[in-house]
């Protein structure tokens, strides 16, 4: 079994800052890519941000150089740090994880159960 589970959103005001964290737990093998995806009301969900096991990253164009993506492998935590919020930032904040169980076990994704981020202007 495993789980990815986030905390730290909520309420902030536009101009503001959060961090977001994702935790994976349970039986893990390797992790190899980590991100952040969210999905507004009657929007389709969207990538934020990526990184991968060698610490590179990707980014969404409309959060560069606001939004910063880190992990930390010995904890098999992924970090989002947002700042300069903007009230279209506002959206349930989905973790994602392409991990692997086992050696001998090809990696497939998994998804945390969102935590919602709302930007007040």
């Known amino acids: 079994q495993v789980q990815l589970v986030e905390s730290g959103g909520g309420l902030v005001q536009a101009g503001g800052s959060l961090r977001l964290s994702c935790a994976a737990s349970g039986s893990i093998y390797s992790i190899n890519a980590m991100g952040w995806y969210r999905q507004a009301p009657g929007k389709q969900r969207e990538l934020v941000a990526l990184i991968g096991s060698d610490g590179s990253t990707n980014y969404a164009d409309s959060v560069k150089g606001r939004f910063t993506i880190s992990r930390d492998n010995a904890k098999n935590t992924v970090y989002l740090q947002m700042n300069s919020l903007k009230s279209e930032d506002t959206a349930v904040y989905y973790c994602?994880?392409?991990?692997?169980?086992?050696?001998?076990?090809?990696?497939?994704?998994?998804w945390g159960q969102g935590t919602q981020v709302t930007v007040s202007s």
């Open positions: 994602n994880a392409d991990l692997r169980r086992r050696l001998w076990q090809a990696s497939q994704p998994y």
